[in-house]
């Protein structure tokens, strides 16, 4: 069992002031403040955080569309109106009735020269693209990068299953079971009948634009996956045998095809899964998750206030690595409503590769001037943040998140 302090320590310290002012975070989500009480928090102070980063911590750490989804019948039942996208809040206190995401935003429509933007309630302008518009940061612009686990960390799941929940925090251990089998049986309903699961389990990807590169950017509008004949008799497993192994141009065509489709679902319903799961399914899912926040004492609200926080900076970035399997992680994040906070790029699968490879692909990514923090609750991601030089904050706990959101709020991370 791992231990409740939430901080590994690498190094012995820090000076107390290498945080403040750093990234100041000046759009954080608002919530409710019935949700969680941080008033204990009142004396924490910023040399309290110190020991728990590298004496090096500034130091390079490493070297290193519009879619008519032919699977998707069932139609959207309702409409949300619009608002700012926000990481919504999740608590059954604050949402008694059912959960509210945010909608997804739309697509830009052109719009002939001279017609004036929009101006929404929020003040930004809407409408057609300016040059003076901002733009989001590039991945070299980012300046820390935050590498979260899912399981047991984000989220309550497997734990569940297992009755170590239960055990450890004294709950309904049958109740428990009961909805963690309810939430797996939701998760690959979703991943099956909507992502493709049961075409490319045995060709998993690391990451969603992995086999992009073979994609011919045909239009799929009308494209029957049903009938394309990508799998083969003796079954996929034979033609995903490994890197580079696979049955041919026209079928690796095939595949790209699928994950470019699981791309397009993913952005496109990220924020109205209940459109995408379709009535009766998306009044279980709301029961479910309202359940499930009650019996994890609003584990994954907490999670989602982190979240929001680093979202909120300019220059910072959410990415999740985990060793669920890429299309069950995608259907994860979006029954957990993590679509706002986790663009799907951002998204890597560590089944076939290990931790240590994903956290490289990162690193190599968002380059060596970012700043790299890994939160998790297991050995693996612990391990490979000491190996690499990143600060590794534990989560074994929901008041290790709670710390964490203290933390951001006042600049230490």
Same mark, same amino acid.
């Given at each position: 069992?791992?231990?409740?302090?939430?901080?590994?320590t690498?190094?012995s310290?820090?000076?107390? &002031?290498?945080?403040?002012?750093a990234?100041?975070?000046?759009?954080? %989500?608002p !919530?409710?403040?019935?949700q969680?009480? !941080?008033?204990?928090?009142?004396?924490?102070?910023?040399?309290?955080?110190?020991?728990?980063?590298?004496?090096?911590?500034?130091?390079?750490?490493?070297?290193?569309?519009? #879619?008519?989804?032919?699977?998707?019948? %069932?139609?959207?039942?309702?409409?949300h109106p619009?608002?700012?996208?926000?990481?919504?809040?999740?608590?059954?206190?604050?949402?008694?009735g059912?959960?509210?995401?945010?909608?997804s935003?739309?697509?830009?429509?052109?719009?002939?020269?001279?017609?004036?933007a929009r101006r929404?309630?929020d003040?930004?302008? *809407?409408?057609?693209k300016?040059v003076?518009?901002?733009?989001?940061?590039?991945?070299?612009?980012?300046?820390?990068?935050f590498?979260?686990?899912?399981d047991?960390?984000?989220? #309550?799941?497997?734990?569940?299953?297992?009755?170590?929940?239960?055990?450890?925090? &004294?709950?309904?251990?049958?109740?428990?079971?009961?909805? &963690?089998?309810?939430?797996e049986?939701?998760?690959?309903?979703?991943a099956?009948?909507?992502?493709?699961?049961?075409?490319?389990?045995?060709?998993?990807?690391?990451?969603?634009?992995?086999?992009?590169?073979?994609?011919?950017?045909?239009?799929?509008?009308?494209?029957?996956?049903?009938?394309?004949?990508f799998?083969s008799?003796?079954?996929?497993?034979?033609?995903?045998?490994?890197?580079?192994?696979? &049955?041919?141009?026209?079928?690796?065509?095939?595949?790209? !095809? *699928?994950?470019? *489709?699981?791309?397009?679902i993913?952005?496109?319903?990220?924020?109205n899964?209940?459109?995408?799961?379709?009535?009766?399914?998306?009044e279980?899912?709301?029961?479910l998750?309202?359940e499930m926040?009650v019996l994890?004492?609003?584990?994954?609200?907490?999670?989602?206030k982190?979240?929001?926080?680093?979202?909120?900076?300019?220059?910072?970035?959410?990415?999740?690595?985990t060793?669920?399997?890429l299309?069950?992680a995608?259907?994860?994040?979006?029954?957990?409503?993590?679509?706002?906070? !986790?663009?799907?790029e951002?998204?890597?699968?560590a089944?076939? %590769?290990?931790?240590?490879?994903?956290?490289? *692909?990162?690193a190599?990514?968002f380059?060596?001037?970012?700043?790299?923090?890994?939160?998790g609750?297991?050995?693996e991601?612990?391990?490979?943040?000491?190996?690499?030089?990143?600060?590794?904050?534990?989560?074994?706990c929901r008041?290790?998140?709670?710390?964490?959101?203290h933390?951001?709020?006042?600049?230490?991370?």
């Amino acid at each position: 069992m791992l231990s409740h302090d939430p901080l590994s320590t690498h190094s012995s310290s820090i000076s107390s &002031g290498i945080f403040q002012g750093a990234n100041p975070i000046t759009g954080a %989500t608002p !919530f409710n403040p019935t949700q969680q009480d !941080f008033s204990a928090y009142s004396s924490y102070s910023q040399s309290q955080y110190s020991p728990y980063y590298n004496t090096h911590y500034n130091s390079p750490y490493l070297a290193s569309s519009n #879619i008519s989804p032919s699977a998707i019948t %069932t139609p959207i039942p309702y409409q949300h109106p619009e608002h700012p996208p926000v990481v919504p809040n999740h608590s059954p206190e604050s949402h008694p009735g059912e959960y509210h995401p945010p909608p997804s935003p739309p697509t830009p429509g052109k719009e002939p020269e001279g017609v004036p933007a929009r101006r929404s309630s929020d003040g930004k302008l *809407r409408g057609r693209k300016r040059v003076s518009d901002p733009q989001p940061p590039l991945d070299s612009d980012i300046e820390r990068v935050f590498v979260w686990d899912l399981d047991e960390t984000i989220i #309550i799941f497997h734990s569940l299953l297992t009755g170590s929940f239960s055990t450890r925090f &004294g709950k309904d251990s049958s109740k428990a079971v009961s909805l &963690g089998l309810w939430m797996e049986e939701m998760i690959f309903n979703l991943a099956d009948s909507r992502l493709f699961f049961n075409d490319l389990e045995e060709c998993d990807q690391v990451h969603i634009d992995d086999v992009a590169s073979d994609d011919n950017g045909q239009d799929l509008s009308m494209y029957n996956f049903g009938t394309d004949g990508f799998q083969s008799p003796a079954g996929a497993g034979t033609l995903c045998l490994g890197s580079g192994v696979h &049955g041919g141009v026209d079928w690796m065509r095939k595949l790209a !095809f *699928r994950y470019r *489709r699981v791309k397009e679902i993913y952005n496109t319903y990220k924020n109205n899964v209940g459109g995408l799961v379709g009535s009766p399914k998306r009044e279980e899912w709301l029961q479910l998750r309202r359940e499930m926040e009650v019996l994890t004492d609003l584990w994954l609200t907490q999670a989602v206030k982190a979240l929001a926080l680093i979202n909120s900076r300019p220059n910072c970035v959410n990415v999740l690595v985990t060793t669920t399997q890429l299309i069950p992680a995608l259907s994860k994040v979006l029954l957990y409503g993590l679509g706002s906070a !986790f663009p799907i790029e951002n998204i890597y699968s560590a089944t076939k %590769t290990g931790k240590e490879s994903c956290f490289e *692909r990162v690193a190599q990514r968002f380059g060596r001037r970012a700043v790299y923090v890994v939160i998790g609750d297991g050995v693996e991601e612990e391990s490979v943040a000491k190996k690499k030089n990143m600060p590794f904050w534990r989560v074994s706990c929901r008041p290790d998140l709670e710390a964490l959101s203290h933390a951001l709020e006042l600049d230490y991370l």
